[in-house]
């Protein structure tokens, strides 16, 4: 059968992983988490002391990656990568490598590889206008800046990590910012996607929402 595939993209914080993982949990499909990817590559080329402006060293170091997705985490050669790769500092410098055209080729690539073996539910930024262009449902997410700012203070306290509003709302505009007015592939809603507001929404009524478009898609499929 055909391969059924959902995009989902959106600013930071606007509930893309939570929602997506959860999904793809109830409809049996595979959660693909394509921020993972250049978050783990911007902590790598850190660890290597590659400069992030590099492209062509981020580039090769790319190619040279295996990236395997893992219910919580991800591994890069085998390596597995979780919280270090949440920090505010891989968030900046994820979407610094992330403007690279290069970066861009060898990620798509095999974020494509993987969609062409499975279902799949996929978040990040650009995967209903380019990754996945032909993806049979693309939601784009979004949410007040105040209450993203809001909910990854929530998440850092949760874990009892020190935390700042202020400061979380600057970093997540900068980023959004940086992401939205990159060259290639910028941040942005496809022609084709549903705009959904998660601002005064809980995780469970968006979900239901996305899976009820979901199994309408599939029906019409049949
Ligand atoms: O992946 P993205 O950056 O878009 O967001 P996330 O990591 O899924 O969600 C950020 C935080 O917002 C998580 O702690 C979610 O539990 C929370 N959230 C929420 O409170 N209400 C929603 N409707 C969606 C997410
Ligand atoms: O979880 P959050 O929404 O904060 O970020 P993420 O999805 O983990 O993505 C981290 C950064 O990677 C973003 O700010 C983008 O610059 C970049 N990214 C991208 O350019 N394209 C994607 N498909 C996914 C992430």
Redesign the pocket.
């Known amino acids: 059968m055909k391969r059924f595939l959902v995009a989902i993209?959106?600013?930071?914080?606007?509930g893309?992983?939570t929602v997506a993982r959860q999904v793809a949990k109830r409809l049996g499909l595979v959660y693909i988490?394509?921020?993972?990817?250049?978050?783990a590559l911007a902590w790598k080329a850190l660890r290597d002391n590659i400069p992030l402006q590099d492209e062509e060293s981020v580039t090769r170091l790319a190619e040279s990656l295996t990236f395997t997705l893992h219910p919580k985490g991800i591994s890069i050669n085998g390596q597995y990568l979780s919280h270090e790769i949440r920090t505010p500092e891989i968030?900046a410098a994820?979407?610094t490598i992330?403007r690279m055209l290069g970066v861009?080729r060898v990620l798509v690539n095999k974020?494509r590889e993987i969609a062409e073996k499975q279902n799949v539910v996929m978040?990040?930024?650009?995967?209903g206008t380019n990754?996945l262009p032909h993806a049979d449902l693309k939601i784009f997410l979004t949410a007040s800046i105040e209450e993203r700012a809001k909910r990854r203070y929530n998440e850092m306290k949760a874990k009892g990590l020190p935390a700042d509003l202020e400061q979380l709302k600057k970093e997540i505009r900068e980023?959004d910012d940086?992401?939205r007015t990159r060259e290639h592939?910028p941040?942005k809603q496809a022609d084709d996607a549903l705009l959904l507001d998660t601002t005064h929404r809980s995780i469970a009524e968006i979900v239901e929402n996305i899976l009820q478009l979901c199994r309408n898609k599939l029906s019409n499929r049949e």
């Not at 993209?9 to 606007?14: R, V």
């Not at 978040?123 to 995967?127: H, K, T, V």
């Open positions: 993209d959106g600013p930071a914080g606007a893309k992983s988490d394509t921020g993972a990817m250049y978050r968030s994820a979407s992330a861009r974020q978040d990040g930024r650009d995967i990754v980023r940086q992401d592939a941040l």
